[in-house]
C-alpha cells in the first residue's frame, strides 16, 4: 500500500518551505518550538487550505517503523491525498534539487530542448480536487520565462513537475492535471543515481 507522508512544511516565521530534517535539528537545538496553540508550521502556504503540523523524529520500533515527517495536530485536518506515491530518498533529494535551481531545460515530444527559467519553487503542493480531497503535486514551478518565449504563455507561467523514480504517474492523476489545465513534466531520477542513495533514515537528518 502507498502512503505518502510530509516531508514539507510552510513555517510561516521564515516565509518558506522547511525540510522534515531541518525542523527536527531546529526543535533539537531549542530553536523551534511548535504548539497548538500558537503554530508556526503548516502543511501548506495558501491560507485558506492550511492547517497546522508539527515534526515527528524515526521511529526506531521495528514492528512499527515510522520515517520522520511532519503530523497533523488533529486528524480532521488531514488532507485526503488522491494517487499518493512512495516517497523514497531519492525521490525526496530531486524534489529538493528544484528549490535550488535556477534553470533547467524539458525536452518537448519532438525532441526540442525548452529553456526554463525558475522564479520560485513549491515542493509539495496541492491541488484541491472536491470536497474532500486532492492531488499532491512534487513540485510547482513559478516560471520567470522560457526560450521559446510562447511556452511561458502557453503553460500560464507555471508548470508541474513530477518525479519518476520507479513509477509513472498515475493516469488518474494525470487526468486531474489536465482537468485543471496544469501543464505537467515527469522529471526521472536515472537508475545510476537512484542506486547511490540509500534508503536510510539517517540520512534525512544530515
Known amino acids: 500500500m502507498k502512503v505518502q ?7 510561516v516565521t521564515e516565509n518558506r518551505q522547511l525540510p522534515i530534517s531541518q525542523a527536527l535539528k531546529m526543535k533539537n537545538d531549542g530553536k523551534l518550538t511548535p ?21 515527528v523524529a524515526s521511529s526506531k520500533n521495528v514492528e512499527r517503523p515510522n ?3 511532519y503530523k497533523y495536530y488533529s486528524s480532521k485536518d488531514k488532507k ?6 512512495e516517497m523514497t530518498n531519492a525521490h525526496l533529494f530531486f524534489q529538493m534539487m528544484f528549490l535550488e535551481l535556477k534553470w533547467f531545460r524539458v525536452r518537448d515530444k519532438q525532441g ?18 472536491d470536497g474532500s480531497g486532492g492531488v499532491l503535486l512534487d513540485v510547482l514551478v513559478k ?15 507555471q508548470l508541474a513537475i513530477e ?13 486531474v492535471l489536465r482537468e ?10 536515472p537508475k545510476l543515481i537512484r542506486e547511490k542513495i540509500p534508503e536510510t533514515t539517517e540520512l534525512l537528518n544530515d
Open 112 to 129: 526540442k530542448d525548452i529553456f526554463v527559467e525558475i522564479e520560485s519553487a513549491d515542493l509539495e503542493h496541492y491541488i484541491p480536487v
Open 5 to 11: 507522508t510530509k516531508k514539507y512544511a510552510y513555517f
Open 163 to 175: 518525479v519518476k523514480v520507479t513509477h509513472a504517474v498515475e493516469p488518474l492523476k494525470k487526468k
Open 80 to 85: 485526503k491525498i488522491y494517487y499518493p506515491k
Open 67 to 69: 520515517i520522520a515527517h
Open 35 to 55: 504548539s497548538s496553540e500558537n503554530p508556526a508550521l503548516y502543511d501548506f502556504k495558501n491560507p485558506t487550505i492550511r492547517s497546522a503540523v508539527f515534526p
Open 143 to 157: 516560471i520567470k520565462r522560457t526560450e521559446p518565449c510562447f511556452y511561458s504563455y502557453l503553460w500560464n507561467h
Open 180 to 189: 485543471k489545465n496544469m501543464p505537467t513534466y515527469e522529471a526521472t531520477v
